[in-house]
């Protein structure tokens, strides 16, 4: 059973992933804008991953005898400076999110709740991998030094995540 303080902490992190996804769907429709749809692919993949990420949550919280409350999600930036902008963003969102998911285990400790200290081990994994996912691209874009045969390219390649 969760205590109120965990599945408090529980419901505000269900509902900060759910931004994420809306964040970066707002990204696809921005590399849409700018004729990038291979980009954009990128971004609505990763907008599915924030929502698995936002369900794992939704599950363990039912599981564990929790109630799930969904709050008003924020509204999501609109616009980004070019091509590197939006993918600058998402890192620096990815490292507040590590910072997020590790108060969340602080708390569990703090609450002597090891049935989710172990839950969140899973996120904690996640978070290295969508740091690094995100930055890797960083250094794409910068590589590809802004010519538009090069992002032509690179959006070829980013439009292969699935
Ligand atoms: Fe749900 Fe991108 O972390």
Do not use: C
């Not at 907008?47 to 799930?68: N, Q, S």
Request: net charge negative.
């Amino acid at each position: 059973m969760l205590t109120d303080r965990m599945a408090e902490a529980l419901n505000a992190q269900l509902n900060a992933e759910i931004y994420s996804a809306y964040l970066y769907l707002s990204m696809a429709a921005f590399y849409e804008s700018l004729g990038l749809p291979g980009f954009a692919s990128w971004m609505r993949v990763q907008r599915l991953e924030e929502l698995i990420h936002a369900l794992k949550f939704f599950d363990y919280i039912v599981e564990a005898g929790g109630r799930v409350l969904l709050r008003p999600i924020d509204g999501p930036p609109t616009e980004w400076e070019g091509a590197l902008g939006p993918f600058e963003a998402a890192y620096a969102h990815e490292q507040k999110v590590t910072g997020l998911i590790n108060a969340l285990v602080e708390v569990a400790k703090e609450e002597k709740d090891d049935a989710t200290v172990e839950f969140l081990q899973w996120y904690v994994d996640e978070q290295v991998e969508e740091e690094e996912s995100a930055s890797s691209v960083v250094e794409k874009i910068k590589a590809a030094g802004g010519t538009e045969a090069e992002l032509e390219k690179l959006d070829g390649e980013l439009a292969m995540r699935s």
